[in-house]
C-alpha cells in the first residue's frame, strides 16, 4: 500500500508564492511519474504538472511560467513551488503518484492520490 500525505497549502494573496510537497511511503519499489492535479468549486480536477523520474516536466498552460514542478527521487517528495498566484488558482491541490511494487507474483503496479491540500489565493 502506497501512501501521499501533502503540506504547504494555505490562505496566500494574489502575486504571492505558496510551495506545496508530496511525500510518498509505503511498499515501494519504484515511483514513474509523479504530479499535482487540482479542483476548484464547481469544477473537474485538472492536471497541473507532471514530472518522470528522469525530470522530464509537463504543464498546464494556465501556469505555465508560474508553477515549477521538481522531485526529490531520494525522499520519494514531489514539490510544486508555485508563484506569481492568481485569483482562480484557488483550488484543493492533489498530489498524484504511479509506479511499482515488488510482490511474490512478480512487479505490481499502483496509482495513489493523496488528500488534498487546499490552496486559497486572496485579493
Known amino acids: 500500500q502506497v501512501q501521499l500525505v501533502e503540506s504547504g497549502g494555505g490562505l496566500v494573496q494574489a502575486g504571492g508564492s505558496l510551495r506545496l510537497s508530496c511525500a510518498a511511503s509505503?511498499?515501494?519499489?519504484?515511483?514513474?511519474?509523479m504530479g499535482w492535479y487540482r479542483q476548484a468549486p464547481g469544477k473537474q480536477r485538472e492536471l497541473v504538472a507532471t514530472?518522470?523520474?528522469?525530470?522530464?516536466?509537463n504543464y498546464a498552460d494556465s501556469v505555465k511560467g508560474r508553477f515549477t514542478i521538481s522531485r526529490d527521487n531520494a525522499k520519494n517528495t514531489v514539490y510544486l513551488q508555485m508563484n506569481s498566484l492568481k485569483l482562480e488558482d484557488t483550488a484543493v491541490y492533489y498530489c498524484?503518484?504511479?509506479?511499482?511494487?515488488?510482490?511474490?507474483?512478480?512487479?505490481?503496479?499502483?496509482?495513489?492520490w493523496g488528500q488534498g491540500t487546499l490552496v486559497i489565493v486572496s485579493s
Open positions: 498524484n503518484a504511479d509506479g511499482f511494487i515488488a510482490t511474490s507474483m512478480g512487479p505490481k503496479a499502483w496509482d495513489a
Open positions: 509505503g511498499s515501494i519499489s519504484r515511483i514513474n511519474t
Open positions: 514530472i518522470t523520474s528522469s525530470g522530464s516536466t
